[in-house]
């Protein structure tokens, strides 16, 4: 094993581990508040700038702080609902489907990252292609991002 397989599996261990101890109702909880609050931002965004403009004046400070309130609003109240899902789990002494869950996802989503990683590391460097073709991690890692996002770049010698 090489010194990129270390690193690649100390990463995904590491993310891994992240995801177990946040568990996956605060994963899925927190990410989906935050895509929402981002996608309210861009829908009504203008209206929350010009409802902040009468109390600020100032146009440029309340476009940003009209979006930005929006995404920390909803993301906020997305994880207040997840905390109390995951009280909920606690105290019917299901808190460990919860981390199993977490990890699980922590761990799929950082495989397909890493994989991303490696993708691209092959088109803009050929030192890291040739470190990822000794690889056997970043090898399984190019297979994993290859089946679920078909990336089409390969190893060829």
């Known amino acids: 094993m090489s010194v990129l397989d270390w690193v690649l599996i100390i990463l995904w261990i590491g993310l891994t581990l992240g995801g177990f101890w946040k568990g996956a109702v605060r994963l899925i909880f927190g990410g989906g508040g935050l895509l929402a609050g ?34 920390v609003l909803c993301t906020g109240l997305s994880l207040l609902a997840g905390w109390g899902i995951e009280r909920t789990l606690t105290s019917l002494k299901l808190g460990w489907v919860n981390r199993f869950f977490g990890a699980a996802l922590a761990g799929g989503i950082a495989a397909v990252f890493l994989g991303m990683v ?5 088109q803009f460097s050929p030192g890291l ?24 770049e390969t190893l060829s010698t």
């Open 38 to 71: 981002v996608w309210l931002a861009i829908i009504a965004g203008a209206d929350a700038q010009s409802a902040l403009e009468g109390v600020l004046g100032v146009g440029w400070v309340a476009a940003v702080l009209g979006r930005l309130l929006l995404v």
């Open 118 to 122: 490696v993708v691209v590391a092959i």
């Open 129 to 152: 292609a040739d470190l990822c073709r000794e690889s056997v991690v970043a090898q399984y890692l190019l297979w994993i991002s290859e089946k679920l996002l078909g990336a089409v």
